[in-house]
């Protein structure tokens, strides 16, 4: 069990949090409602932080010392200070299989995953500074991915009608709560974000937009195939219906990730990145459904890239 001390003074914590990827552009203010929050342990080399038959219900953020993390997928990694883990547990909402052990003795703060989220819905800087690390933490495993993959990867799903004729607002609603992305989100949430997209057509052959270019509209995908390519990687992205295209680099705050291709003849809603961002803010649920999406994504991504030898995988606080 983790000894309780004083061991760390505020200026300590305040720079513990802004050294790792989490806080790192946080404001001086978002950082203190964290850090009052934080309840300093120390683990001795040896202990059990996480046991793999219990959900993860803290964030642990270590300020010195080492950690070694396990997943039931196989995925092993140490994490030094400043680092963590918790983050991609509490956000993805999973069950258990995280095992979390001291390598060395380890002074830390342990935030409650409750508070997180509390925190979370209350103070959208901070949200947004979560789904930007998620997001940029997605693409730089994506730019590792060597071979082709689909996007979304899940069974298919109902085809939605819209070839002779453009959706109407419940055609919308519908085909946006089937989304993977949106799973979980309120149905007020979806019916506004239904409302500010505009149905696009596009015909085989478009260039939707080039990789680096600054990252302006979201795509929904709901008829057609699109490939995505990055410079220099052979791996192709087929975007499906359902398909959330250029939402990451939204997101995250980066240009384009990829050169987008239509395949076939396309049916999208699109949406302006900052209209989808002004949503986030104004419905939590929305932003905590994306961001348990983004969780989930970035734990497959890992364990994909750890089955094919990349032992530099990191853990997302």
Known sequence: MPDNGRLVSPIER???MQRTALFRNLCAADLEVFAEHGIEVVYRKGDVVQAPDRPVSSVILTIEGDLDVTRDDGVSVRVAAPGGFGGLDIFGDTSGGTSVVAATEVIALRFDGDLVL???EDNF????????LSGRTLIDG??????DHDVPDVPKLPACPCVDHRLDLVE???YLRRMPMFVDASLDAMTG????????????????WREGEPSMTVLFIVAGEIRGRMAGNPAVA???PYGFLGGLSVLAGTDRLETAVTETPVVALSIDGNRLLDAVEDNFAMGLSILRRLSHGIMDLQRRLWEHGDREVRVAV
């Open 172 to 174: 919308r609603l519908v």
């Open 14 to 16: 305040l720079l513990a």
């Open 238 to 240: 087929r975007y499906h």
């Open 125 to 132: 800087a901070v949200l947004r500074a979560v789904l930007q």
């Open 118 to 120: 509390d925190i979370l």
């Open 142 to 147: 994506i730019r590792k991915i060597q071979e």
């Open 193 to 208: 974000l239904a409302r500010a997209c505009t149905e696009r057509r596009f015909p085989a052959g478009y260039t939707l």
